[in-house]
């Protein structure tokens, strides 16, 4: 392989793209987007759903009622005085969403009170009102026993556990659940980086195909070379947009907490010492949370420029042998298959990174370089197991790209109907 | 002396024999012409001349070296389907394909300007190549195919798509070529070109070839076998003439190629009879002539409706 000229390639094929509208506006606004994403999605589980479910009460205990509206007044309404046929129709014509009967016998549990509702709503919904019915009713039992206020103190409190992580430097604040969501991240930027950017490859050797520049290029460049230029110089091009992704959060990470802190300090300064508490429940130092070991980066990269081999050489071939993109559909199949299957793993992953699937997923090539990272970041994988998965990946990479290259080679001057699996295998063979 | 030297090259894809035991020479300095119907053959030999494809058997020498990247280097090839990258500026595009054929980047720049210079297109630099015109893009892509300044240049088709005033350039650039000493080798199937360019002239067919050597030579050893006829009126009596094949016929012309060894001075009986007769003349036959009776009539057909 002459180097000279995959690199005149790979700069060829870098330069052109990085300029690119579309790639400078998908870099600066992908993040962006996905900020934008996460806050709707702490937003909406913040906030109670969108619409707000309402409850007519039928108290016939005449204490229920009052704790009810005290938990929640825009989702319960006193219909204690109305008759039940007239609830019943408010709820079939969707004025209130459903109505419970409270009855003494609730109270002392030896009957189930009953929601009955329109069918809007789902399982959070009953959810709520189950758990503000519980209270409600847990709240009276005790108060009717005229147990010791000690008593009702350890039935109110709700015990969570602290963890920390024992190191070789100590005990540390564990952030498990920051470690598993990011390793999720990255995972998920690896799919996306191996697929979109796979697609653009293909997207790429298709335009040759089909501007016809191709055999120009051919007298001049072997094919072997021509593909590898043209894989690398997209595989430096996702490193360049990923990689100003992560320099950002590295920054914005760092300075998060001690820039939240300042203005945190800021205000505290200039509000009175009575209000200073309320504000507490905002701890900067939280932020610090988001600081995390940049060797995950390391793996980051790693992976997804294996990853990324593996299944670019299969892109370009897929390309090759095709003469648009319409026709890249029968052979897409193969390829999206074993990354969606490490997609939808990395969701086990994330939630047990220990398990064996975990440890499987994280060890197959096709599905390591997405669900290994999401490991890596969750739990501390032996490095034995890094090591099999980066030689297990490695291998099938060449074989792979073995494969790839000989069906690229006769692909790219190939013309015409488009090729079955058969004549492929065939092309195989040729080469 | 040889520059590009076949010897017994065969090439098949799957089952279908592409190219068969053809062995031909291309001397330096001179325009050679590749001939023949379509698909017999004269893309493929191109590609394998220029190392894209390799030969299954038999052996390809440019310049006394088998074909492989360094002879690539020595030629610079045009092929049938032109292409350029659409989204890429004219400049970027010509450094970076004379760049791959291996020239240092100030002589591609030096080279690129010369001949966007010389075909009045140094405007067109800084463009797209999609904001081009059909006609600059083809100057574009023959300025790609001879900036690296090689000895040998290969033509597929280079005639096809061109209108007449590009015909015309393309013709005088390339006899302004070998005066310099230059190689060229085209394939085509526009015979007048090739009467008028060409010094010697390789015929294919199926994959085979069926005639070479020099052109003047190939026609001389036909023989002065063919009629040029102008007359001027009924020019039915053509028709009833037996072993003969009119080749170029309209109301008052026809080409007669006489079959069989017939006597001539009976076809000019016959003319005279039903028209004034303003020409009669012996010649050595027109290569289309030669090609159709080489191919044979069928072969003709068959392409034509292809």
């Known amino acids: 392989m002459d180097f000279g000229k995959v690199f005149l390639v790979l700069k060829r094929e870098y330069l052109t793209r990085v300029r690119t509208k579309s790639f400078i506006l998908s870099t600066l606004l992908t993040p962006l987007a996905f900020i934008a994403m996460m806050a709707i999605v702490i937003y909406v589980s913040i906030s109670d759903g969108e619409v707000t479910r309402t409850v007519a009460v039928i108290d016939q205990t005449e204490v229920l009622y009052n704790n009810l509206e005290e938990l929640d007044p825009a989702r319960y309404s006193d219909a204690s005085s109305l008759p039940l046929d007239s609830v019943r129709a408010q709820v079939l014509a969707g004025d209130v969403d459903g109505y419970i009967i409270l009855t003494e016998d609730n109270i002392s549990y030896t009957e189930k009170p009953t929601l009955v509702y329109g069918g809007a709503g789902g399982i959070s919904f009953i959810e709520s009102v189950e758990s503000d019915v519980r209270r409600v009713l847990r709240e009276e039992r005790l108060a009717r026993s005229n147990v010791s206020t000690e008593v009702r103190e350890i039935f109110e409190t709700r015990y969570n556990i602290d963890s920390l992580k024992l190191t070789e430097e100590g005990e540390e604040e564990d952030n498990a659940i920051v470690g598993a969501v990011f390793g999720f991240i990255l995972g998920l930027l690896i799919f996306i980086g191996v697929f979109g950017y796979g697609a653009v490859l293909m997207r790429s050797v298709i335009e040759e195909k089909t501007n016809r520049i191709v055999e120009v290029i051919a007298s001049s460049v072997k094919p072997i070379e021509l593909m590898t230029g043209k894989l690398l110089g997209i595989c430096v091009l996702a490193l360049t947009q990923f990689g100003i992704w992560i320099v950002s959060y590295i920054g914005l990470s760092l300075a998060a907490a001690p820039v939240a802190t300042m203005f945190v300090d800021a205000q505290m300064s200039n509000i009175p010492p009575e209000a200073v508490e309320a504000s507490a429940s905002f701890d900067p130092s939280k932020l610090e949370a988001f600081i995390v070991d940049p060797t995950i980066f390391l793996f980051f990269f790693v992976f997804f420029i294996i990853g990324f081999l593996i299944y670019a050489g299969i892109f370009a071939a897929i390309g090759a042998a095709v003469d648009s993109e319409q026709d890249t559909q029968q052979f897409m199949m193969p390829v999206m298959i074993p990354i969606f299957i490490a997609y939808f793993l990395n969701l086990r992953v994330m939630e047990n990174p220990d398990s064996t699937i975990a440890v499987v997923a994280s060890m197959f090539p096709l599905t390591a370089p997405i669900n290994m990272i999401s490991r890596i970041a969750a739990t501390d994988v032996p490095i034995l197991q890094i090591i099999t998965s980066l030689l297990l990946m490695s291998v099938t990479f060449v074989g792979l790209m073995w494969l790839a290259a000989k069906i690229y080679r006769v692909g790219i001057l190939m013309y015409g109907k488009k090729p079955s699996y058969k004549e492929l295998a065939k092309w195989i063979r040729q080469g | ?306």
Not at chain 2, 30 to 57: E, H, S, V, Y
Not at chain 2, 113 to 136: H, I, P, Q
Not at chain 2, 266 to 285: N, S
């Open chain 2, 1 to 306: 002396m040889e520059i590009i030297h076949l010897e017994e090259v065969s090439k098949a894809f799957g089952k279908n024999k592409a190219v068969s035991d053809v062995s031909f020479s291309v001397e330096k300095g001179r325009i050679f012409g590749l001939l023949g119907p379509n698909g017999a053959g004269k893309t493929t030999t191109i590609r394998m001349i220029n190392n894209i494809l390799a030969p299954d058997t038999g052996s390809i020498t440019i310049n006394g070296q088998t074909a492989s990247p360094a002879t690539q280097k020595m030629i610079g090839y045009m092929p049938e389907e032109r292409g350029l990258y659409k989204k890429m500026k004219v400049g970027e595009q010509l450094l970076y394909l004379t760049q791959l054929k291996g020239m240092e980047t100030s002589a591609a720049k030096k080279a690129i300007n010369f001949w966007l210079d010389r075909f009045g297109a140094t405007d067109w630099k800084k463009k797209e190549v999609s904001e081009l015109s059909k006609g600059m893009s083809q100057k574009i892509q023959f300025i790609a195919t001879i900036a690296h300044d090689p000895d040998i240049y290969i033509f597929d088709e280079p005639f096809s798509g061109l209108d007449p005033i590009n015909s015309e350039t393309l013709k005088e650039v390339i006899i302004d070529l070998r005066s310099q000493g230059k190689t060229i080798l085209f394939s085509t199937h526009r015979m007048e070109q090739v009467e008028q360019m060409c010094d010697d002239i390789c015929l294919f067919n199926k994959g085979k070839t069926v005639l070479q050597g020099d052109l003047r030579e190939v026609k001389s050893s036909f023989g002065k076998n063919t009629i040029n006829l102008e007359f001027e009126g009924d020019g039915s009596f053509l028709d009833k003439l037996e072993g003969v094949r009119i080749n170029n016929r309209s109301t008052n012309f026809a080409e007669i190629r006489v079959l069989n060894g017939q006597n001539m001075q009976e076809i000019l009986h016959l003319a005279i009879d039903h028209a004034e007769i303003h020409k009669f003349e012996r010649v050595q036959p027109s290569l289309n002539e030669i090609f159709i009776s080489t191919v044979g009539e069928d072969n003709l057909k068959n392409e034509e409706v292809a």
